[in-house]
């Protein structure tokens, strides 16, 4: 495997369901990101972790848990979703530098998600 | 908060010929970084420019050059001999070059046809 993989790639599930979204990143990359892209939306970041730490959540809700285990995996736990939820959610990394220059992040096919 | 439009949700261009995709942000920085990602139909989102907000030259990349307005927060991609392999979405992203912040802010996309 290489790059960024996401597993399942196809998704349905109903409102009352658990299931998770797994990510792994073959580069050797210290920081990963959980996006979500519905039509004709922008890209919406939910979460960021660098180092396994998480530094950003993007005022997701809570039904959304992300989980960070190392730095070559993150999970995205679902609980009582919503349909509205049913999106196509992305999976990213990069290699950040502390007081570096920027670094391209990577991207996975995506996990598309329907919530019944 | 920064914002990025794309004001073209679709655009189509004949083979072999040249096709200019808008964007415009809004920012009160004056260091950051700009993006073009390409997702093709296989959603796979992949890096296709970047330009640093302090180079007053233009970057290209083969086929793909932008013109970056910094006064004007322009920044459009001019895609040169199009190709059939060039139909995607393609995605216009802003990053602060501040330190500790690895957010990218996307706009909405614009679905790029190729026509035989």
């Known amino acids: 495997e290489t790059g960024v993989t996401q597993t399942p790639r196809h998704l349905v599930m109903g409102m009352t369901n658990k299931k998770s979204l797994k990510c792994e990143q073959h580069?050797?990359?210290?920081?990963m990101y959980w996006y979500k892209q519905s039509a004709k939306k922008p890209l919406e970041l939910m979460f960021v972790?660098?180092?396994?730490?998480?530094?950003e959540n993007n005022s997701v809700p809570s039904r959304f848990s992300p989980e960070c285990p190392n730095s070559s995996h993150l999970f995205l736990h679902l609980h009582t979703l919503q349909p509205e939820d049913s999106a196509l959610y992305l999976c990213?990394?990069?290699?950040?530098?502390?007081?570096?220059?920027?670094?391209?992040?990577?991207f996975g096919p995506g996990t598309r998600l329907t919530v019944l | 908060a920064q914002t990025v439009t794309q004001s073209q949700p679709e655009m189509s261009v004949q083979e072999a010929e040249t096709v200019t995709l808008s964007c415009t942000y809004d920012?009160?920085?004056?260091?950051?970084?700009l993006f073009w990602y390409k997702q093709p139909p296989s959603r796979q989102m992949i890096l296709v420019i970047r330009q640093e907000a302090y180079k007053q030259q233009n970057a290209t990349e083969n086929r793909f050059s932008v013109n970056f307005q910094k006064a004007a927060k322009s920044f459009s991609l001019k895609i040169s001999d199009s190709q059939l392999g060039d139909a995607a979405m393609y995605f216009c992203a802003y990053r602060s070059a501040s330190s500790g912040s690895e957010k990218l802010v996307f706009g909405k996309g614009t679905k790029l046809t190729v026509n035989p």
């Open positions: 580069l050797g990359h210290n920081a």
């Open positions: 990213a990394s990069s290699q950040e530098i502390a007081g570096g220059p920027w670094n391209e992040q990577f």
């Open positions: 972790y660098n180092f396994k730490e998480q530094t």
């Open positions: 920012t009160s920085e004056s260091d950051y970084y």
